[in-house]
């Protein structure tokens, strides 16, 4: 190997891995195809291109090469072995771990209905299941709009998706099971509710959602699809929710809880140099668009719906903060 101390550079050249989960865009003109041949790489052109990371995480490390030679090596290897030398001073005897994660993402396909654990929580579920949760550390980030990006993130107003149970009566049956806190088929008028009572009675409407059984989704999704249907052909315009209900029941089926998501959960269309900041245990799922995100090194996340990945339905009921109000979108 290179002894980077005897022999620095001025720059190194990294090599970034593709990602090529299958919710991820196709074609030369994808964003990360663009970038992998303005660097002189060839383009994928045999599937989707979802992720490109640029860090250390074991799960994908660049690889470095010093520009006076050919080989590489794994960014994580190099850290380790010359921490002062790429991590700096300040950093240096406190890890020897690269702390940052950088990505771009290319989205065709919705995302899972999905939240990221603080760092306790990170290293009991890594403990516990560590085949699920590689991780012990936390994963807060920053996402930044480069091209147009659609998502739903955080949770509505406690009296939205009031409103809601009323227009969709399958839906509020499906979200008043067993009301330990507050019946939410007919709950009080969440305005007369401290912001107490309205979390619990946010969690107890969220989480009997998503418990409830693959064939209860499907009896409730089937009936709002007929009502969505019959307005659509009387040129009723849809509301937005309502024509991703549709989109996603295409994608996912019938039997996914995370299709009724759109309704417990803000959407948000972001423009380009825009920004969205995801704190632990906040649910969101990216709905599509091309993203750029900077976030702490972890690869936890937590999943409950429109996913065939392994789905922790328990723990993320439980882990969210249940903060509610529109998205907060940085410019």
């Not at 989707?48 to 470095?64: K, N, V």
């Not at 409103?163 to 099971?177: A, D, K, T, V």
Request: hydrophobic letters at 40%; glycine letters at 6%; a negative charge.
């Amino acid at each position: 190997m290179t002894d980077f101390i005897q022999n620095p550079a001025p720059y190194y050249v990294l090599e970034n891995q593709v990602m090529r989960y299958a919710w991820g865009k196709t074609g030369s003109d994808t964003i990360i195809n663009q970038l992998l041949q303005s660097a002189g790489r060839e383009p994928v052109s045999d599937g989707p291109t979802a992720e490109l990371w640029m860090g250390a995480h074991p799960a994908a490390p660049s690889r470095l090469r010093h520009p006076a030679e050919e080989t590489e090596y794994r960014l994580n290897e190099v850290i380790r072995m010359y921490p002062a030398h790429f991590l700096g001073p300040r950093l240096n005897g406190r890890t020897h771990e690269l702390p940052f994660l950088f990505k771009i993402l290319s989205v065709n396909q919705p995302l899972s209905i999905q939240a990221h654990p603080d760092r306790r929580l990170a290293a009991v579920l890594h403990a516990r299941s560590p085949e699920h949760y590689p991780d012990k550390n936390h994963k807060p980030e920053l996402a930044i709009c480069i091209r147009d990006m659609e998502a739903l993130i955080g949770f509505r107003r406690p009296e939205q998706i009031s409103e809601y149970f009323r227009f969709i009566p399958e839906l509020g049956q499906l979200c008043s099971s067993g009301g330990e806190v507050y019946g939410t088929s007919i709950p009080p008028r969440p305005e007369l509710l401290s912001k107490d009572q309205k979390r619990l009675w946010l969690k107890q409407a969220f989480t009997n959602l998503m418990r409830a059984t693959p064939g209860e989704i499907q009896e409730a999704a089937h009936s709002h699809r007929i009502h969505l249907e019959m307005l659509r052909d009387s040129d009723t315009e849809l509301k937005v929710e309502d024509r991703w209900f549709l989109k996603l029941m295409d994608i996912y089926g019938q039997r996914d809880a995370g299709i009724f998501a759109v309704y417990f959960l803000n959407y948000v269309s972001l423009k380009p140099q825009e920004a969205l900041f995801l704190g632990a245990n906040e649910p969101h799922a990216y709905l599509t668009g091309d993203i750029v995100e900077i976030m702490a090194a972890s690869d936890n996340v937590i999943r409950a719906g429109l996913t065939s990945k392994y789905r922790d339905v328990d723990t993320l009921v439980e882990m969210l903060h249940y903060q509610y109000g529109p998205a907060n979108v940085l410019v």
